[in-house]
């Protein structure tokens, strides 16, 4: 059986209901009801900051099932804020989902003309993450950096 989730912005704006696959409906027929917090499952954080930069956390526990919902979900957050900017934060030591992710999350901003910035900690991750997004996207080792970078981007244009 498959259950409707619903994203929700800070601002309680309801950005659409998403089954567990993340296909739209999903709920054979009926109207998702209220659901309990903990049966919530949570595929990313985000945060808009000051500057128009769009901070999203992948979170860890990403696996293949969930990565289209994941990607969805960003998506509808591109479309719902337009962001100048992308800070992508990616799990310690990311899956293949994760990384999956992420990269279909470049390929998004690449379209939108936003400007796409992973963060990603761990070392191994970090190598890893430049080769693959080389010509899309910029990686860092910390959110400040990503941060500082997309102000000083916005300062020169």
Do not use: F, N, W
Not at 1 to 18: H, N, S
Not at 29 to 34: L, M
Not at 103 to 131: E, F, I, K, M, Y
Request: glycine share 8%; net charge positive; proline share 6%.
């Amino acid at each position: 059986m498959t259950t409707a989730r619903e994203i929700v912005t800070p601002d309680a704006t309801r950005l659409g209901a998403l089954d567990t696959a993340g296909r739209r409906g999903g709920t054979g027929g009926k109207a998702p009801g209220p659901e309990r917090v903990d049966d919530v499952h949570m595929l990313l954080t985000h945060r808009l900051t000051d500057d128009d930069t769009l901070l999203v956390r992948l979170l860890p526990g990403l696996s293949i099932r969930s990565r289209a919902a994941a990607t969805l979900a960003l998506d509808e957050l591109l479309a719902a804020y337009s962001p100048r900017h992308v800070v992508l934060e990616v799990p310690g030591v990311p899956t293949a989902a994760v990384l999956s992710a992420v990269l279909r999350g470049s390929r998004s901003c690449q379209v939108r003309g936003t400007v796409l910035s992973v963060v990603a900690p761990a070392a191994p991750t970090l190598a890893l993450l430049r080769d693959s997004l080389r010509a899309t996207g910029r990686v860092y080792g910390s959110t400040g950096e990503a941060l500082a970078a997309a102000r000083r981007t916005d300062r020169a244009s």
